[in-house]
């Protein structure tokens, strides 16, 4: 009798696993660093970072070169020859900030670099990552390293659409209007017999502005995990 319950509820045991999405995990962070590419890149990357590095510290030391000659010989220069170098290690500490704004910055010379060589390594570790994952038969890939998902073979995997209608339906249901009360205080008198459903209403406008809705700006978004 076991075996023969065994043996019937194998069917749906092999359905139910079928059913069940195969689950891998990477980590991204060791794909990149053991990638043989990102040691190329990053020599090249270190490379110019060490040319930019150096630009500005030949112009910390025409700076410095500058300064030391002006308190030197201050007591033996003309008042015109002091305001020409003072002028003249203004107009240079202004280029170094602007050299070093310009590599540093937010959107900087160094961090568009980094984003030049680190984009295609990237790219090129994501699209490996769905060609194993398709070759394994797995239905999701999430990264270790961020907890994000690197991979989802199917579209009916994402419920978006679905949680978006939920989240609008939950809305409209919470500012629905309240009905206006038929009998007692406050209620609304009904239109006299035989008036057409279309006709205009005589009350006075309750809107206390005409402008329109004005929609939120694209940037308007959640900010990442």
Do not use: C, H
Not at 74 to 103: C, G, P, T, V
Not at 122 to 135: D, E, L, P
Not at 194 to 201: L, N, Y
Request: zero cysteines.
């Amino acid at each position: 009798m076991r075996s023969l319950l065994l043996a019937a509820l194998l069917p749906f045991a092999a359905f139910a696993a079928d059913a069940i999405p195969r689950i891998a995990v990477v980590d991204s962070k060791a794909l990149f660093d053991g990638y043989k590419g990102t040691k190329e890149s990053q020599d090249k990357y270190d490379k110019q970072v060490a040319a930019w590095e150096q630009e500005v510290a030949d112009k910390q030391k025409e700076l410095a070169t500058l300064k030391d000659r002006f308190e030197k010989q201050s007591l033996m220069l003309s008042e015109e020859k002091k305001k020409e170098l003072q002028a003249e290690f203004i107009s240079k500490q202004a280029d170094l900030q602007k050299l070093a704004q310009s590599l540093y910055g937010k959107d900087g010379r160094v961090v568009q670099e980094n984003e030049r060589f680190t984009a295609p390594i990237v790219q090129k570790i994501r699209g490996v990552v769905q060609v194993v994952a398709k070759a394994e038969g797995f239905d999701f890939v999430f990264d270790k390293a961020s907890g994000a998902v690197f991979y989802s073979a199917k579209e009916e995997y994402d419920i978006t659409p679905k949680v978006l209608d939920r989240l609008n339906a939950d809305y409209n249901s919470m500012n629905a209007p309240e009905p206006l009360p038929t009998t007692g205080p406050g209620a609304q008198a009904l239109p006299p017999t035989g008036a057409g459903i279309g006709a205009p209403s005589t009350s006075p406008s309750t809107s206390t502005s005409n402008s329109p809705v004005v929609a939120p700006s694209p940037s308007f978004a959640p900010t990442k995990p």
